[in-house]
């Protein structure tokens, strides 16, 4: 089973790796590289995908009755996970916008 500590250190990289994807599909937009946009942006959703996941476990945990340390490191990560996913939604509509240029 994992520690509170490495789900942690997953929700963090997976949705790291989300928000930079998601940022690069920006860019590829600018270029007009639409076909390359699209990709990126559905890699991001993977990945801020397996971020939840991990995120999903805890709280099933939770829910199970068992309980969850909070540590500082876990709430950065909800945070990291939070804002990686508002940069993603963003990025979808910011692609749209350059598409529809």
């Given at each position: 089973?994992?520690?509170?500590?490495?789900?942690?250190f997953?929700?963090?990289?997976?949705?790291g790796?989300?928000?930079?994807t998601a940022?690069e599909?920006?860019?590829?937009?600018?270029?007009?590289?639409f076909?390359?946009?699209?990709?990126?942006l559905?890699?991001?959703?993977?990945?801020?995908?397996?971020?939840?996941?991990?995120q999903t476990?805890?709280?099933?945990?939770?829910?199970s009755?068992e309980?969850n340390?909070i540590?500082?490191?876990?709430?950065?990560?909800?945070?990291h996970?939070m804002?990686?996913?508002t940069?993603?939604?963003?990025?979808?509509?910011?692609?749209?916008?350059?598409?529809?240029?």
């Open positions: 089973m994992d520690t509170i500590t490495e789900i942690a997953q929700i963090i990289l997976n949705a790796n989300g928000k930079s940022m599909a920006i860019q590829a937009a600018k270029a007009n590289d076909e390359e946009a699209d990709r990126l559905a890699e991001a959703g993977e990945e801020l995908g397996k971020a939840h996941a991990y476990q805890l709280l099933q945990k939770e829910a009755g309980e340390t540590t500082v490191m876990l709430i950065h990560s909800q945070d996970l804002t990686s996913m940069v993603r939604d963003l990025a979808v509509e910011i692609v749209e916008i350059y598409r529809n240029k």
